[in-house]
Nanobody, 121 residues
Framework: QVPLVESGGGLVQAGGSMRLSCAAS?????MGWFRQAPGKEREFVAS????????NYANSVSGRFTITRDNAANTGALQMNDLKPEDTAVYYC?????????????????WGQGIQVTVSS
């Protein structure tokens, strides 16, 4: 069984909005979203801890993106507003069992398969 499954990606015009969802089959302390554009390394986007009160964002998305989670439903989400062409990437949902540096991709235990987000100018 795939531990994390993303949904909600696709094509949107610059300035538009999109919501990504992540359905989890594992229990986690924290969830995160990462993205990887063609020819670039995977980068941190946002993270949220178990309570939902601890969130972190990359500078490039702060103020435009909002990460949330629903522990009862075991799901996570990333609301993306005011999208820009440079947000185009494959977005990955990730989960980790322990606290720590939530920006570090290498410390996450589970990953989704990734979903394409394309922002046209």
């Amino acid at each position: 069984q795939v531990p994390l499954v993303e949904s909600g990606g696709g094509l949107v015009q610059a300035g538009g909005s999109m919501r990504l969802s992540c359905a989890a089959s594992v229990t986690s302390y924290a969830m995160g979203w990462f993205r990887q554009a063609p020819g670039k390394e995977r980068e941190f986007v946002a993270s949220i801890n178990w309570s939902g009160r601890g969130t972190n964002y990359a500078n490039s998305v702060s103020g435009r993106f909002t990460i949330t989670r629903d522990n009862a439903a075991n799901t996570g989400a990333l609301q993306m507003n005011d999208l820009k062409p440079e947000d185009t990437a494959v977005y990955y949902c990730a989960a980790r069992r322990q606290p720590g540096d939530l920006r570090a991709a290498g410390d996450y235990d589970y990953w989704g398969q990734g979903i394409q987000v394309t922002v046209s100018s």
